[in-house]
């Protein structure tokens, strides 16, 4: 008897949580095996990798690459839930800024007692994510709060 595939509906952030212990337990154990900066650096381009299939991906699922397309899958994918808490949004033709001032992502990782790779788990894939989701756009970023900093800048600009 043929068996359905079931699709069950997870939130970014749970998706992250789940795939957080196994993924940092396998960079930690390539760091003592081949050095943190080696590991390190093979984890992110994989990871980053990966966001750009994820851009490709979410662009098709939203039918669009624009700015605004973008800020949909901010608002309803990265924030759903409250995960994220965003403020100041600013969106036009060439541009979509705001400021992430709580982040549940970076809580998330905290708990799970894996802070200091939350960076390298979650925020490189913002940049390399927009790659994949339009090669027209780039995203400027200063600051993080999974870095200490009191917000995210997220500055989008079409190049």
């Not at 790659?131 to 780039?138: A, L, M, Q, S, T």
Request: net charge neutral; glycine share 6%.
């Amino acid at each position: 008897m043929k068996q359905k595939a079931s699709s069950v509906d997870i939130s970014h952030l749970l998706c992250r949580e789940i795939q957080a212990p196994l993924v940092s337990a396998l960079i930690r154990g390539f760091a003592r095996e081949i050095g943190d900066s080696k590991a390190f650096s093979i984890a992110k381009k994989i990871i980053c990798e990966d966001a750009v299939v994820s851009g490709k991906s979410l662009a098709e699922k939203y039918s669009g690459n624009s700015l605004q397309d973008l800020l949909k899958i901010v608002e309803e994918v990265w924030a759903q839930n409250g995960t994220l808490e965003i403020k100041n949004i600013r969106l036009n033709e060439n541009t979509l800024c705001f400021d992430v001032t709580d982040c549940g992502y970076a809580k998330m990782y905290e708990r799970l007692g894996i802070k200091e790779l939350g960076s390298l788990l979650s925020c490189c894939r913002d940049f390399t994510f927009v790659d994949g989701f339009n090669p027209e756009i780039e995203l400027i970023r200063t600051k993080t709060i999974m870095e200490g900093a009191d917000i995210c800048d997220f500055r989008y600009q079409k190049k």
